[in-house]
């Protein structure tokens, strides 16, 4: 029987090692044996216990959701690989291992004290191995323990930067657009008075943010379930911002004037990287496909692109000539990546007025 309990052993050592390496080693979503199903399970049991709870207690709860996953995983790492040596030692206790003094205790709870100290480096204690195969253990385990103490802050601080790059970028968003969070801001602001001749870098280096945060979540896909009170902060209203801007640049204003920044390589970069983000992501979070069909949407978007045409003509932006079919444009290109960007903000309990910032006056056209 020692051996079936040393082969359990080296199976759950396995396991850790092989998640650890596809979750730090190589940060791929949807790669990790067990952590990125971890991560969904938690998620889902923090969206259970906040359908309980007021709205103002919902969001503080679900706010800790991507810390609590963080220490969950390590938490896992760390028990599969004390678990694991504790099985392959169990059998030994009294013949290879022995306490210094007085009899040797050959239960599982006297080996786990034994894994426990050589993973934490701390020593052998009162138990001493006697044979050089447990000598090679014991100095494996120890290795192993201070490699994934090692790589597990490592990990944490790498994920917390990531972190604060994506946080930054959201802020960026909301301030550009004068915190009114709509791509409509974002063109105005763009084309201030009509002169779009600086908006090609600006467009550019948010396009290059947007992959930055793709990147960021294929690495760190724990980065998902960080879940703020703020919906700005949400990639629901990052997607949204960004989408709606490169898609009212190719719908909204004047197509010939503006030429060289709508058919400039930031605009496309800005409208196929955020497509790419929203179709890459939603294969490693969301729970199913998105619906493409949202003909009851279209109605608003037309509201929409009407309002924002008036208010960039206002602004001193010459807009296209033939706005029935620049509107049907519009909608066109929104069936794209809006699906994407409401399923993203319904994940993560965001409700979808939080996420569509508009005007006051929007509803009273």
Excluded at 42 to 51: A, D, V, Y
Excluded at 191 to 200: C, E, K, L
Excluded at 203 to 221: F, M
Excluded at 317 to 326: M, V
Aim: charged share 15%; with cysteine; hydrophobic share 45%.
């Amino acid at each position: 029987m020692s051996w079936i309990w040393q082969t359990v052993g080296a199976v759950l050592i396995f396991i850790c090692l092989i998640d650890l390496y596809l979750t730090v080693l190589y940060p791929r979503s949807g790669k990790s044996l067990l952590s990125m199903q971890i991560s969904k399970l938690l998620w889902k049991l923090f969206c259970l216990t906040s359908r309980i709870l007021s709205k103002t207690k919902q969001r503080s709860l679900l706010s800790y959701c991507g810390s609590t996953v963080l220490v969950v995983v390590a938490a896992f790492w760390i028990t599969l690989l004390l678990i694991g040596f504790a099985l392959i030692f169990l059998p030994a206790l009294g013949t290879a291992i022995k306490a210094s003094k007085g009899a040797t205790p050959q239960n599982f709870t006297t080996a786990l004290y034994y894994s426990g100290y050589c993973l934490t480096t701390l020593g052998m204690g009162d138990l001493v191995p006697q044979t050089s195969v447990y000598r090679l253990l014991t100095i494996l385990e120890a290795a192993l323990g201070f490699s994934i103490f090692t790589l597990t802050l490592t990990y944490f601080l790498s994920v917390y930067s990531s972190l604060t790059s994506r946080n930054t970028f959201a802020l960026s968003l909301q301030h550009r657009t004068a915190s009114k969070g709509n791509g409509l801001e974002m063109v105005v602001r763009l084309g201030a008075d009509g002169n779009f001749s600086g908006a090609r870098q600006e467009v550019e280096q948010i396009a290059r943010d947007l992959l930055q945060l793709l990147e960021s979540h294929h690495s760190y896909p724990v980065l998902h379930y960080f879940r703020f009170q703020k919906p700005y902060y949400s990639l629901a209203r990052i997607a949204l911002i960004t989408m709606d801007t490169a898609t009212l640049l190719k719908s909204a204003v004047n197509q010939q004037k503006y030429r060289f920044l709508i058919n400039s390589t930031a605009v496309t970069e800005l409208e196929e990287g955020g497509l790419h983000m929203l179709r890459e992501l939603s294969n490693y979070f969301l729970p199913k496909e998105p619906s493409p069909s949202q003909n009851d949407l279209e109605k608003e978007w037309r509201e929409w692109y009407y309002y924002a045409v008036r208010r960039l003509e206002d602004e001193g932006i010459e807009i296209t000539p033939d706005l029935e079919a620049s509107a049907n444009f519009y909608i066109t290109l929104r069936r794209r990546w809006n699906p994407y960007v409401v399923a993203f903000a319904d994940y993560m309990m965001y409700r979808w007025s939080e996420i569509e910032s508009v005007p006051e006056n929007f509803n009273h056209l």
